[in-house]
């Protein structure tokens, strides 16, 4: 048995952060159930990267395996009255629409809440359901610029350089997760439901609890170095370096063991807090320049050997055939009916009684409609005369 398993989950997101934390509800053991379009969600048609699948897009496909989908048209009378329906046997409700589409559309939380008092009601959205920014787009890349993370790294007067991945997408989708459970535990405890807010700018704000103390309560300011440095409060160096056929990554070293390992006999005089900090980019410079001499798996023995801290630059490539992540497990292979066989990343929390597992791949549109409302206790004729208004069992 999982952990969750006998909630039901009701998801009515779109794009990453949502869905990304309707299918950990999932991996946990939840019954998530999608709620889409009859034409699917938009981002099965848009696929990230490119990359497309045979039925389902790659982008799809990571974003909502343990799901069934139930296609339907909240836009009309019986798209509502089967939503009703649903909403009062339902445990959790996720949605991430644009401002007031909750509303018209009869799903927000005051109109749940009716139904289902005990409903943990949760609400994503950019930059909050109301304020000035409200109708915003919440897009990751915009979040991270507006979130002063970008201008913690990176060369003065550059422009700085966005994360790799979509960052607040996840860490937002990660927030919600970790809201539902909460909620779920206050209402084991009482019986309550309640309305869980979540938004992607106090979530990437949040993240950041250490960088905006030091500058809210200490007053540093955030002042980036002619030098690339990793960080504008950690000492020098820290930051990515090119080695003879790669790049390498060294966080604080101590600059004795550091000119030890670099044969630098000037590093040995300078100290660790006054030269670190006062002399970062000229402390950054040498190291730069005495790296491309070696390989980084050189580097990598000679930093181990003087107990400095060092990683390799990899790419996806170097991660997936790493032997720590094969140990670990970390990526989890199944069969999907149209897809074939699907590696993706797994489950980043283990547990030892209950662990994690995948039910089922990401669904085709409508795959488990007449499924989903006959559990809800429509009947055959119930389920043709809702006509046009919901897609019925699309199969692989």
């Given at each position: 048995m999982?952990?969750?398993?006998?909630?039901?989950?009701?998801d009515?997101?779109?794009a990453m952060a949502g869905p990304?934390a309707?299918?950990?509800l999932?991996d946990?053991?939840a019954?998530v159930?999608k709620i889409e379009?009859?034409?699917?969600?938009?981002?099965r048609?848009?696929?990230?990267?490119?990359?497309n699948?045979?039925?389902?897009?790659v982008?799809f496909?990571?974003?909502?395996?343990?799901?069934?989908?139930l296609a339907?048209n909240l836009?009309?009378e019986p798209?509502?009255?089967?939503?009703r329906?649903?909403?009062a046997?339902a445990?959790?409700f996720?949605?991430n629409?644009?401002p007031?589409?909750?509303?018209?559309?009869?799903?927000?939380?005051e109109?749940?809440a009716e139904?289902?008092p005990s409903l943990?009601?949760?609400?994503?959205?950019?930059?909050g359901?109301?304020?000035?920014y409200?109708?915003?787009?919440?897009q990751?890349?915009?979040?991270q610029?507006?979130?002063?993370a970008?201008?913690?790294?990176?060369?003065?007067g550059?422009?700085?350089?966005?994360a790799?991945q979509y960052?607040v997408?996840a860490?937002?989708a990660y927030?919600?997760?970790?809201?539902?459970?909460a909620?779920?535990l206050?209402r084991?405890?009482?019986?309550e439901?309640q309305?869980?807010?979540?938004?992607?700018?106090d979530?990437i704000?949040?993240?950041?609890?250490?960088?905006?103390?030091?500058?809210t309560v200490?007053?540093?300011?955030?002042q980036?170095?002619a030098?690339p440095?990793g960080?504008?409060?950690?000492?020098?160096?820290?930051?990515?370096f090119?080695t003879?056929d790669?790049?390498?990554?060294?966080?604080m070293?101590?600059?004795?063991q550091?000119?030890a390992?670099l044969e630098?006999?000037?590093?040995?005089?300078?100290?660790d807090?006054?030269?670190?900090w006062?002399?970062?980019d000229q402390?950054?410079?040498l190291?730069?320049e005495?790296?491309?001499?070696?390989d980084?798996?050189?580097w990598?023995?000679?930093?181990?050997?003087?107990?400095i801290?060092?990683?390799?630059?990899?790419?996806y490539?170097d991660l997936?055939?790493d032997p720590?992540?094969?140990?670990?497990?970390t990526?989890v292979e199944y069969d999907h009916?149209?897809e074939?066989?699907v590696k993706?990343p797994g489950f980043?929390?283990?547990?030892?009684k209950?662990?994690?597992?995948?039910?089922?791949g990401?669904?085709?549109?409508g795959e488990?409609s007449?499924?989903?409302?006959?559990?809800a206790?429509f009947?055959?004729?119930?389920?043709?005369?809702?006509g046009d208004?919901?897609l019925?069992?699309e199969r692989p």
């Amino acid at each position: 048995m999982t952990i969750l398993n006998g909630y039901k989950v009701l998801d009515c997101s779109i794009a990453m952060a949502g869905p990304f934390a309707a299918q950990r509800l999932g991996d946990l053991g939840a019954d998530v159930v999608k709620i889409e379009p009859v034409n699917g969600e938009w981002q099965r048609h848009m696929p990230a990267g490119g990359a497309n699948g045979n039925r389902i897009n790659v982008s799809f496909l990571s974003l909502n395996r343990n799901k069934r989908s139930l296609a339907v048209n909240l836009k009309s009378e019986p798209g509502r009255e089967i939503i009703r329906r649903l909403v009062a046997e339902a445990d959790v409700f996720i949605q991430n629409y644009r401002p007031g589409v909750a509303q018209r559309l009869g799903v927000d939380y005051e109109s749940l809440a009716e139904i289902n008092p005990s409903l943990i009601y949760v609400s994503m959205s950019g930059f909050g359901e109301d304020g000035p920014y409200a109708r915003r787009p919440g897009q990751d890349l915009l979040l991270q610029a507006m979130s002063g993370a970008m201008l913690s790294s990176g060369r003065e007067g550059e422009a700085p350089q966005p994360a790799g991945q979509y960052l607040v997408d996840a860490v937002t989708a990660y927030t919600a997760f970790e809201g539902v459970l909460a909620a779920l535990l206050h209402r084991e405890r009482t019986g309550e439901g309640q309305k869980v807010e979540v938004n992607m700018l106090d979530a990437i704000t949040t993240l950041q609890m250490q960088e905006l103390s030091v500058f809210t309560v200490a007053g540093k300011p955030q002042q980036r170095s002619a030098e690339p440095h990793g960080h504008v409060y950690i000492r020098s160096p820290y930051g990515v370096f090119a080695t003879r056929d790669g790049f390498i990554a060294l966080a604080m070293p101590d600059l004795k063991q550091l000119s030890a390992a670099l044969e630098q006999p000037q590093l040995a005089e300078m100290d660790d807090e006054q030269d670190g900090w006062n002399n970062r980019d000229q402390l950054f410079r040498l190291v730069r320049e005495a790296l491309p001499i070696r390989d980084t798996e050189e580097w990598m023995a000679r930093f181990e050997e003087h107990g400095i801290w060092a990683a390799p630059v990899y790419g996806y490539a170097d991660l997936v055939s790493d032997p720590q992540i094969a140990h670990n497990a970390t990526f989890v292979e199944y069969d999907h009916p149209t897809e074939g066989r699907v590696k993706t990343p797994g489950f980043p929390i283990r547990f030892s009684k209950t662990p994690s597992r995948i039910a089922r791949g990401a669904p085709l549109a409508g795959e488990h409609s007449e499924e989903i409302l006959r559990e809800a206790g429509f009947s055959d004729a119930d389920i043709t005369a809702f006509g046009d208004a919901i897609l019925r069992g699309e199969r692989p």
